[in-house]
């Protein structure tokens, strides 16, 4: 009987091996599937991680193809600006310009207005100096339509009776006075065409 206790003991500590063997083994193959598991997990996050890596290289391409643009814009937009300022500027020296071209002339029509009223009293003057000069005289008026120079006659050989010198030179001045009158007359014409012709284009140019 003594020697079956001993073979009990060790069938038993073999048992308790076994059962603790199975245990470790049974463990073993748990932490395994979760270090399966663990891994296929990690292979998934890294996936995800390369992923998120290229979306943010593509967005990162994006944001610096978006900052050029912006950048060529704002340049644009200050060249722009340069150049609408420049138009600006040019528009209002232009219109300067402009203005004073019509000053001045509004200032020579002013002066030609003037010189036609000048020259106008000066006519008048001069027409009633030639009218006294040929009243004083007794001489047909140059510029009456009804006057006309009778038929001319052959000179007949009789003695030329003496003209007074005073007559002559009277009438002589009456005559320069007479062509003067009508130079007055056709300066202050082409001055009245002049300023009329240049008139329309300072209207124009002030209601545009």
């Not at 002066?111 to 006294?132: F, M, N, P, R, Y």
Request: net charge negative; proline share 4%.
């Amino acid at each position: 009987m003594a020697p079956s206790v001993p073979r009990t003991r060790a069938a038993a500590a073999l048992r308790m091996k076994q059962i603790v063997l199975n245990n470790q083994d049974r463990t073993i193959r748990r932490l395994r599937a979760q270090l399966a598991t663990e891994i296929r997990r990690l292979a998934a996050t890294k996936k995800e991680l390369e992923e998120t890596r290229v979306a943010l290289e593509a967005s990162h391409k994006v944001i610096a193809g978006l900052t050029e643009i912006g950048l060529s814009m704002s340049k644009k937009v200050e060249r722009m600006k340069i150049k609408k300022h420049q138009v600006r500027a040019n528009h209002v020296e232009c219109h300067q310009k402009f203005q004073a071209r019509i000053h001045e002339a509004e200032d020579s029509m002013q002066a030609q207005h003037l010189l036609i009223e000048a020259l106008v009293d000066e006519k008048d003057s001069l027409l009633q100096t030639i009218h006294g000069l040929q009243e004083a005289n007794n001489a047909p008026d140059p510029f009456d339509g009804d006057w006309e120079e009778g038929p001319e006659e052959e000179p007949e050989e009789e003695e030329i009776e003496d003209i007074p010198l005073g007559e002559g030179e009277i009438d002589e001045i009456g005559y320069i006075l007479a062509l003067y009158s009508i130079y007055l007359s056709i300066r202050i014409n082409c001055l009245a065409f002049k300023i009329s012709y240049s008139r329309p284009f300072t209207v124009l140019y002030r209601h545009s």
